[in-house]
C-alpha cells in the first residue's frame, strides 16, 4: 500500500536518505534552539517522526537501492576521511597516541582500498541500501524503541542538569548526538556498501564518546575515551577487512564466502557488541546519564555487532569458522552472566546482562540454521525493549533515591509503587514465561544440540542469568508491610517512556509464541528460502522443521495458568490487612519501631536493627581475576577464529 505512495512522492531511493537525514537535521535543530519549552518541543517532534517514519517502512517489501555513479563514489570517500580524520582530531584533543595511530591506520587503509577498487575491471555494482527484513527489524527498533527513550530523555535532563557539574557538556549538545545518533544508526543497519558502513560505523563511535563523556568528570572522560579507542580499533579491523575482500558490499563479499575478511569483520562487530576480551568499554559507559545507557548500549548501538553477524552468516555457514563464531558467543554469555552475580551496582548488572545476550546473539548466527536464525532474530527485538525498560527504571529509582545498589532498593515499592511494578514487569521478562527472552534461551539451547560445547556454555549461562534476576527481584521485594501506597510524582516525558515500553514489553511478551509465528518466522524463511539467498547451498527444506516444531508450540496452557496465578494473588492481596501482619523473628525479642526498619534486642539487651542484602559470591565470583582468564581465553578464540579462516 505504501510502496506506490513513496515511489510517487519522494521515489524509494530517497527514503533511506529520509531515515538518515531528519533525526540528524532535528538533532542539529536541538542544538541551535534555545533552551526551555521549544527544544524540548523540538526534541519531542524528532522522537515522533523517527518512530512514524520507521513504522511507514513496515508495510514496504524488500528492496535495493544502488548509487553507482562516480559522484557519488568520490562523496562517500570525501565523507569517510571526514569521519576518521575527526576521530584522529578528537585524539590530539584528549592526548591519546594509541587512538592517533588507529585512525591513521584507518585513513591509509581507506585510501588503499581505493586506490584497489580503481585498478578493479569494472562490474555491475551491488546495491548501495538494502532494505530486507534483517534491516526492517533493526529500523524498527532504532525507530520506536530509541524514540522513546528520547522521550524520557526530555524530563530525565532537566533533573540531570540542575545538579550540573564544572565541565558538563551543554544539554543541546546532549540532545545533538542522542536524537542524531538514531539516524546515523539507521545508515548503519541499511548500508552494504563497505564505504558507506565504515561512515555510519564511525560515526556512532563518535556518538558514543561524547554522550559517554558528557557529565565532563575524570571518570566519565577516562571511560569515553577507552571507548573510543577500542572502537577504533574495530574500525580498523573493519576497513582492513574491505580492502582484503577486493570487493565493494558485504552481499558480494558473502557470497563469494572469503572467511579471513569475514573473521574480520566478526571481529569489528564484537568490539561494538563489547563481547569478551572486548567488554570493558562497555562497563565504563555506565558513567554516562542514563538515557545514554538504555538507547546508545543497550537498545541500539551495541546491536549493531550482533547485527553485523547476522547478516554475515551465509558467508560463514557450514565452515568450522561458523562454530567459533558460535563459541566465541558462549563463552562471553557464560562468562558474563557468571560475572554479573558478583555486583551490586543496578547498572553494572544490566551492562553484563547485555554483553551476555549479544553473546547469545552471536551463539546463533555462528550456528546459523534456520531455528538459531529465529532466535537470534527474537532475542534482539525482546532484549532491546526490555533492557531498555529496565535501564529506564533504574535511572528513575537512581533519581530518587540517590544510589544505584541493589542492597538499597529494599524500600522502593512502598517509595516508588508505579516504577518499582513497571521494573519488575522488566525482570520479569527477563526469564519468566511467557515472555521472548525464555523462549529465545530455550529455542538457542535446542538449536546448539549439535555443538556440545557450545551447548555446555549456554546452559551455564541460563542458569547464572536466573540467580542474578531472582536475587535482585527478592531485594525489590523485601519491604515492610504498608496499608496505602501512594503514587510518586515523575515528570510526564519520564513517566510516558516507561509506560510505553512497559506496554510493548507486556503485550509482545504474552504474545512471543505469535511474534514468532508470523513476523519473526517469515522473515527466516525469506532471508533463507528466498530464491537470492546466500543460504540456499547449505540449508534444504528439512532444516526449517524444527523452526515449525517450536512456532506450533501451543501458549494457552501456560497464559491460563499465569492469570490463575495473577487471580490468586490479586484475592490473596484483597484479603490480606493489619491483623495478617507479625513481625518476623530476628534472633531476639522484638522491639517496636518504625515502619521502615526491624528492631530487636541482642547481646547485653541492646537495641540492634535487622539488615538484608543479598549474597554476592565476591569471594568465589572474583571479578578481576575471572575477567583476566575470560580475557585471555576469548583472545585466545579469536586468534584461532582469525587462524582458521587464513587456512
Not at 597516541?97 to 584507518?106: C, D, M, S
Not at 527472552?437 to 539451547?445: D, F, S
Not at 534444504?540 to 501456560?558: C, G, H, M, N, R
Request: glycine share 8%; aromatic share 10%; proline share 5%.
Amino acid at each position: 500500500m505504501l510502496e506506490p505512495f513513496f515511489s510517487k512522492a519522494v521515489g524509494m531511493a530517497a527514503f533511506p536518505w529520509i531515515l538518515i537525514l531528519v533525526p540528524v537535521v532535528l538533532g542539529l535543530g536541538a542544538f541551535v534552539v534555545p533552551g526551555g519549552p521549544l527544544r524540548k518541543g523540538l526534541v519531542a517532534f524528532a522522537a515522533i517522526i523517527t518512530a512514524l517514519t520507521g513504522l511507514a517502512m513496515i508495510p514496504l517489501g524488500p528492496f535495493n537501492i544502488s548509487l553507482d555513479s562516480q559522484n557519488w563514489s568520490w562523496a562517500a570517500s570525501a565523507i569517510e576521511a571526514v569521519v576518521i580524520l575527526s576521530i584522529f582530531a578528537i585524539s590530539i584533543r584528549i592526548r591519546s597516541p594509541f587512538i592517533a595511530v588507529l585512525a591513521l591506520a584507518q585513513l591509509g587503509l581507506a585510501i588503499a582500498g581505493d586506490v584497489m577498487a580503481h585498478g578493479r575491471p569494472a562490474h555491475s555494482p551491488a546495491a548501495t541500501f538494502v532494505i530486507d527484513p534483517l534491516t526492517q527489524i533493526l529500523l524498527l527498533i532504532i525507530s520506536v524503541i530509541g524514540s522513546i527513550i528520547v522521550v524520557y530523555a526530555i524530563g530525565y535532563m532537566k533533573h540531570h542538569e540542575e545538579h550540573r557539574k564544572p565541565g558538563m557538556a551543554s544539554e543541546g549538545r546532549f540532545f545533538l548526538f542522542l536524537v542524531g545518533f538514531l539516524g546515523v544508526m539507521n545508515g548503519l543497519v541499511m548500508a552494504n556498501d563497505f564505504k558507506w558502513l565504515s561512515i555510519f560505523w564511525e560515526a556512532t563511535t563518535i556518538c558514543s564518546f561524547a554522550l559517554i563523556g558528557h557529565d565532563g568528570t575524570p571518570e566519565a572522560r577516562k571511560n569515553a575515551k577507552l571507548a573510543l579507542l577500542i572502537n577504533s580499533f574495530g574500525g580498523v579491523a573493519m576497513i582492513f577487512a574491505s580492502v582484503l575482500a577486493q570487493t565493494d558490499s558485504i552481499s558480494e563479499l558473502a557470497a563469494a564466502r572469503m572467511l579471513l575478511p569475514v573473521a574480520l569483520l566478526c571481529v569489528a562487530a564484537m568490539t561494538k557488541s563489547a563481547q569478551m576480551p572486548f567488554q570493558s568499554w562497555l562497563l565504563g559507559a555506565m558513567v554516562a546519564p542514563t538515557p545514554v545507557s538504555a538507547l546508545l548500549h543497550s537498545a541500539t548501538m551495541v546491536k549493531a555487532g550482533s547485527y553485523l553477524v547476522l547478516r554475515l552468516s551465509p558467508a560463514m555457514a557450514g565452515t568450522r569458522l561458523s562454530l567459533l563464531v558460535a563459541l566465541a558467543g558462549g563463552f562471553t554469555f557464560a562468562a558474563a552472566s557468571a560475572l554479573a552475580i558478583s555486583q551490586d551496582n543496578a547498572k553494572r548488572v544490566l551492562a553484563y546482562s547485555t554483553i551476555a545476550n549479544l553473546g547469545l546473539i552471536i551463539v546463533c548466527a555462528g550456528i546459523g540454521t534456520p531455528l538459531a536464525y529465529a532466535t537470534g532474530l527474537m532475542i534482539m527485538c525482546f532484549h532491546a525493549a526490555s533492557k531498555g525498560l529496565l535501564f529506564l527504571c533504574v535511572g528513575t529509582v537512581e533519581q530518587k533515591i540517590g544510589s544505584r545498589s541493589i542492597d538499597d532498593m529494599g524500600q522502593i515499592m512502598f517509595r516508588m509503587p508505579v516504577t518499582t511494578v513497571i521494573m519488575l514487569i522488566g525482570m520479569a521478562s527477563m526469564l519468566m514465561p511467557p515472555f521472548g527472552m525464555l523462549l529465545g534461551k530455550w529455542m538457542a539451547i535446542e538449536a546448539a544440540i549439535s555443538s556440545p560445547l557450545v551447548l555446555v556454555l549456554l546452559i551455564a549461562g541460563s542458569a547464572f542469568t536466573v540467580l542474578f534476576w531472582a536475587k535482585w527481584i527478592g531485594r525489590v521485594h523485601t519491604v515492610s508491610y504498608h496499608e496505602r501506597y501512594e503514587r510518586e510524582r515523575l515528570p510526564g516525558t519520564m513517566l510516558l517512556g516507561m509506560l510505553l515500553l512497559g506496554v510493548i514489553v507486556m503485550t509482545a511478551g504474552l504474545g512471543a509464541v505469535f511474534v514468532l509465528q508470523y513476523p519473526l518466522t517469515a522473515a527466516t524463511h525469506i532471508m533463507m528460502s528466498a530464491p537470492h539467498s546466500l543460504y540456499a547451498s547449505v540449508v534444504t527444506a528439512d532444516a526449517f522443521k524444527p523452526l515449525e516444531s517450536v512456532s506450533s508450540f501451543a501458549i494457552w496452557p501456560v497464559l491460563a495458568c499465569l492469570l490463575l496465578a495473577l487471580v490468586a494473588t490479586l484475592l490473596a492481596i484483597r484479603r490480606f490487612g493489619p491483623a495478617n501482619v507479625r513481625q518476623p523473628f530476628l534472633c531476639g525479642e522484638n522491639i517496636e519501631g518504625t515502619d521502615k526498619t526491624y528492631n530487636f534486642r541482642s547481646l547485653k539487651d541492646q537495641s540492634t536493627t535487622a539488615w538484608v542484602t543479598n549474597y554476592y559470591f565476591k569471594d568465589i565470583l572474583t571479578e578481576p581475576r575471572i575477567t583476566f582468564w575470560a580475557n585471555l581465553l576469548a583472545c585466545m578464540v579469536l586468534f584461532i577464529m582469525c587462524g582458521e579462516s587464513v587456512m
